[in-house]
């Protein structure tokens, strides 16, 4: 099974919302208006990332707390860095 265009535009709107990616989420919605993907159903894709993203965010939030209530953040990862796979980025 593959995705037609229009799903594949309508999840993108709702990763780039959900990523904080202000130049993906133009362009999809660009992209979308193009191949005739209606407002309302670009608005829900939005809409959509949106609630993805203060789950997200949410849960973060409760992590950070917790961590907050901890006498320490634990041990750290052989080799230093936060064990995330980003290298040194972070």
Known sequence: ???DNRMTELIAIGVSVGANCQ???EYHVAKAREI???EQEIQ???HVGQTVRKGAAYKMDQHIMAL???PSAGP???GGGCACGCGDSC
């Open 44 to 46: 829900e894709a939005i």
């Open 76 to 78: 750290q990862p052989a």
């Open 36 to 38: 005739g993907i209606s």
């Open 68 to 70: 907050r209530e901890k």
């Open 23 to 25: 130049p993906c989420l």
């Open 1 to 3: 099974m593959s995705l």
